[in-house]
């Protein structure tokens, strides 16, 4: 396996951990969970850095790296409504904005194309690292708590505007296949069937 797509499990593999670190109570754990945190999401920079200067970009990477995002955020995101530091419909605008974007990558891949990260959806990735490593630290540091929802609601704006982009082009792309499509069809006239099947005969003989 290349070291890009490995980079992308790793990031996966340490989900399970960044829950348990955040949902433990003892001493320090926060700062932890911050670390670990922090640890994940800097392998989606590397990864992606190693697959454009090693030319390993493949298309297992294109769809596994928003997986592993989505899964680090999404767990993060929950275990801080567990803990009463965020609010739950927050979470859920959040979240579900990720099932949706992930459900058009598969139904995108099933029709044969690939919906790649945008700008928008990048810059949505940075700031929910922000906006968790702010609340996480919150209760220790309380100075930080209006950064913290600033990067919070900063997050939902992003998360919300770049899922209406992914839709947008989804359907620009599935709107030119379609006019692609209308354009190579081949129109067959009532009565020309025949008059067809009788040239087919006649160069057989």
Not at 148 to 177: E, I
Not at 193 to 200: C, F, I, L, V, Y
């Amino acid at each position: 396996m290349s070291l890009p797509n490995s980079l992308t499990l790793l990031r996966i593999f340490f989900v399970p951990l960044l829950v348990a670190l955040l949902l433990t109570t003892q001493r320090n754990m926060d700062l932890w969970a911050v670390g670990v945190f922090l640890a994940a999401a800097t392998t989606d920079l590397l990864d992606g850095y190693f697959a454009r200067r090693r030319a390993q970009i493949s298309r297992l990477g294109i769809l596994l790296d928003p997986i592993a995002d989505k899964l680090l955020t999404s767990a993060a995101f929950i275990s801080l409504v567990e803990l009463h530091l965020i609010h739950a419909w927050i979470v859920v605008i959040i979240v579900g904005r990720e099932f949706a974007v992930s459900g058009l990558r598969a139904i995108a891949s099933s029709e044969g194309f690939i919906i790649q990260a945008s700008d928008l959806g990048k810059a949505k990735m940075v700031l929910q690292v922000a906006a968790i490593t702010a609340i996480v630290l919150e209760p220790r540091f309380p100075a930080i708590r209006p950064v913290a929802w600033l990067l919070l609601w900063l997050v939902v704006v992003s998360a919300l505007t770049s899922a209406a982009h992914y839709f947008w082009k989804f359907w620009r792309k599935l709107d030119a296949d379609i006019k692609g499509l209308a354009r190579h069809r081949v129109v067959v006239l009532p009565g020309t069937e025949a008059r067809a099947e009788e040239k087919d005969v006649a160069a057989q003989r």
